[in-house]
């Protein structure tokens, strides 16, 4: 019995560097990379009082750096801008959100989900319209109110330092002017850079 504790507590002992492997990760993980917001839209018919939904989708960038605490959990801080012109009107979107985030680490591929907090900024950009040769500029305007990013993501390991993040999809409900507006996601892809090992 004696023979068999010492083995398995030599064995134990021996396999300690294997663990010490499996928790080799990046001290920071830095993304930027392309992203679609896609906002639903409800609009009342002036002339039938009918209410229609439609969807529009605005075009950007997407940005965030993650300092690993863990193998599996980091804080990240996570940057977005997406533009559209409706109607002739120049709309922007901005969101500046920050939270934890919990990897599932692995040689090929790191699943990841989040929950982030923080702000929105909606804005309007400025127009002019000519009418009866007499041309009127309305200024810009914009809103900023509370944000939140929950979802996750998929990173693709192209080597130790890179990675391509296929895609990263949240739910970012949003509070502004007053009204929560509930019905936007947001669809990142790009290239994440590792930095240091921990």
């Given at each position: 019995m004696?023979?068999?504790?010492?083995?398995?507590?030599?064995?134990?002992f021996l396999s300690i560097p294997?663990?010490?492997?499996?928790?080799?990760?990046?001290?920071?993980?830095?993304?930027?990379?392309?992203?679609i917001s896609s906002a639903g839209?409800?609009?009342?018919?002036?002339?039938?009082?009918?209410?229609?939904s439609l969807r529009e989708s605005f075009w950007g960038w997407q940005a965030s750096a993650n300092g690993n605490l863990t193998h599996h959990l980091a804080i990240v801080g996570d940057f977005g801008g997406q533009y559209k012109t409706v109607a002739g009107i120049p709309m922007n979107s901005y969101q500046f959100l920050f939270g934890p985030r919990i990897m599932f680490?692995?040689?090929?591929?790191?699943?990841?989900?989040?929950?982030?907090f923080g702000g929105v900024r909606e804005g309007i950009g400025s127009t002019s319209l000519s009418v009866l040769g007499v041309t009127v500029t309305t200024p810009a305007i914009s809103?900023?109110?509370?944000?939140?990013?929950?979802?996750?993501?998929?990173?693709?390991?192209?080597?130790?330092?890179?990675?391509?993040?296929?895609?990263?999809?949240?739910?970012?409900?949003?509070?502004?002017?007053?009204?929560w507006t509930s019905n936007v996601i947001r669809i990142g892809i790009g290239l994440v850079i590792k930095t240091g090992e921990k």
């Open positions: 004696r023979r068999l504790i010492f083995v398995l507590a030599i064995g134990l294997s663990f010490a492997q499996e928790v080799i990760y990046p001290k920071a993980e830095v993304f930027g990379g392309f992203s839209i409800s609009s009342t018919d002036p002339t039938t009082g009918l209410t229609a680490r692995g040689p090929r591929v790191t699943p990841f989900v989040h929950a982030m809103s900023t109110g509370l944000g939140l990013g929950i979802g996750g993501g998929l990173d693709v390991n192209v080597s130790d330092r890179f990675a391509l993040r296929v895609p990263q999809f949240d739910w970012t409900p949003m509070h502004v002017g007053g009204v």
